[in-house]
């Protein structure tokens, strides 16, 4: 801890300079206005310790104390007065002054100073820490925000479908255990390039943050920009998004890359054409026997995206039955577990699956209401630690 000391006792000045000094300590004492801030714009300073009568008078301390304000903002102000000129301390005190040190006159006051000093870093650095959490929250709500932008509002499912879809981003703990919501990377997304035929997808960029956030919206731009009849094919598809995504600045620096599985479904026909890259494999559900099976198997998976161009991915495909349900998830959904698990335990496609059977009987919102309720019951309702997207798509039992 280094300290800049303005004193008006040459004597008093020494004895407190040998209690500031030692170890990892240092001080410099200065017995003039004109070297005071001298030192003062050499800095750094943790600290600075200023007599209330330095050098000479109380009004030319809180000159100094003015000036040194501006001159080193961050560093905290111990002011040393005697109990005589206590009438004089709520000025320095309206001005910004947090920290004092009472002087008596047998020179006691000196083995309190270190402490004292200790306390005002302590206290200082604990506020700056305060405030860039709070910054931190103010910069996460605005990434989030943006994310948030591109999952989409208002979508009115073709005919004989209805859906219930939702995002939720991860919750973490900054200074003083107040929750952030985080920015992650998880997207989805429904839309219909043409009369008879529905888009699901849903993605999940590496990592968390500004980083994630724009990779996501890189993709979410590119898959935006194809002409209609190019969504159908989605083995094709996924190979063209990759390829543009391996040749994008954003999601290649620092490694990164995403999953996405992405379905097109021939709402005359009902066939689900799929194609998976690294994504975890939807699920599908007969309402008629609340029997639910993964759709496709890890071998009709790929590599995430934008890790290796060139890549021809595959496709697959599923009829989707009247009276059933498909369920496209991220992996904040099944990885979410206790903060205090021993044994690590997470919520699982098991408890996704026992979720999903559980609402059979209830409305497609009320079912994913349920959904995710139960994974956040599982973690001891302390949330998600990763941020998850659900689709929850329904085909309409036939009359």
């Known amino acids: 801890m280094r300290t800049l000391i303005a004193w008006d006792d040459p004597q008093e000045a020494d004895l407190v300079t040998l209690y500031l000094t030692g170890g990892d300590n240092e001080a410099t004492v200065t017995l003039t206005g004109e070297s005071f801030l001298a030192e003062a714009r050499r800095g750094p300073w943790d600290a600075v310790l200023l007599s209330m009568t330095f050098p000479k008078t109380i009004e030319e301390s809180f000159t100094l104390f003015q000036q040194l304000r501006q001159l080193l903002p961050e560093a905290p102000i111990v002011l040393g007065c005697r109990a005589s000129e206590m009438i004089q301390l709520p000025r320095f005190l309206m001005h910004g002054l947090r920290f004092y040190v009472i002087r008596d006159n047998q020179g006691d006051f000196v083995f309190l100073v270190l402490s004292s000093i200790e306390s005002a870093v302590a206290a200082e650095r604990a506020e700056e820490s305060k405030k860039l959490a709070e910054r931190l929250r103010e910069e996460m709500e605005g990434v989030r925000r943006l994310q948030e932008s591109i999952i989409p509002q208002g979508l009115k499912p073709p005919p004989g479908y209805c859906f219930a879809a939702r995002y939720e981003p991860a919750q973490v703990s900054v200074v003083g255990d107040r929750p952030v919501v985080m920015a992650g990377g998880d997207y989805y997304d429904l839309f219909c ?12 960029a590496s990592g968390h943050g500004l980083k994630a956030c724009m990779s996501i919206m890189a993709m979410h731009t590119l898959i935006r920009m194809f002409p209609g009849d190019r969504y159908r094919d989605t083995s094709a598809f996924v190979t063209e998004v990759n390829q543009r995504l391996c040749e994008n600045s954003i999601v290649q620096s620092g490694g990164g890359f995403i999953t996405l599985l992405y379905a097109s479904i021939d709402t005359l026909t009902h066939k689900v054409n799929w194609t998976s890259a690294g994504h975890p494999l939807a699920l599908l559900q007969n ?95 302390s949330g998600r630690h990763d941020d998850t997207s659900v689709v929850l798509l329904e085909r309409i039992r036939e009359s």
């Open 193 to 204: 390039p043409d009369e008879h035929t529905l888009i699901v997808l849903i993605g999940d």
């Open 287 to 381: 309402l008629a026997t609340n029997e639910v099976t993964q759709v496709g198997t890890d071998a009709d998976g790929g590599l995430p995206l934008g890790i290796t161009p060139g890549i021809d991915y595959t496709s697959a495909n599923v009829l989707m039955p009247s009276n059933s349900r498909l369920l496209l998830y991220s992996d904040g959904l099944p990885d979410a577990m206790p903060l205090d698990s021993a044994d690590h335990r997470a919520f699982g496609v098991r408890g996704v699956i026992e979720s999903l059977k559980a609402g059979h009987h209830e409305p497609v919102d009320a079912a994913l209401d349920r959904l995710f309720r139960a994974s956040n019951d599982f973690t001891g309702k």
